[in-house]
């Protein structure tokens, strides 16, 4: 049996009083499990962030429509947001310079399966890794 999606939502918005009660008071609203919660406070920029990981095993709501349900709090507190799914294939691009251990201890776990990204691109500032990048198939840019 499958493990359970995890939704991740990042939030940052001026800071203020109830803002982890209301977006964690959602969440346990729609029978969330929260897996992982962190928060920062900037005081000289008035500016709050989090990062709140939750289970989606029991969520009541579809993927699809907990962005639009947390719309009105994001409203009231002025959040900018972003939602993700850990079952959802991240797509990222390696930079790099002249070393290669990083970049292959990269390239091997992404060939293996340990790393589920896609790489559609390395980009580098000098040409010493061009030929690593064309031995994993991946479009070299310096």
């Known amino acids: 049996m499958a493990s359970p999606d995890i939704a991740t939502l990042l939030i940052h918005c001026p800071d203020r009083p109830g803002l982890v009660h209301d977006v964690t008071g959602f969440i346990f609203s729609h029978q969330g499990n929260i897996i992982d919660l962190q928060q920062h406070i900037d005081p000289e920029q ?82 010493t890794l061009r030929p690593a990048a064309e031995r994993f198939g991946i479009p070299f840019h310096r």
């Open 46 to 127: 008035n500016a709050f962030f989090m990062r709140l990981e939750w289970s989606l095993e029991n969520f009541t709501l579809e993927k699809e429509e907990i962005e639009a349900r947390l719309q009105p709090i994001a409203r009231r507190h002025e959040m900018q947001m972003r939602l993700s799914f850990a079952s959802q294939r991240k797509r990222i691009a390696l930079f790099v310079t002249k070393e290669n251990h990083c970049l292959y201890d990269l390239l091997a776990r992404h060939e293996s399966g340990d790393l589920p990204v896609d790489i559609p691109v390395i980009i580098a500032n000098h040409e």
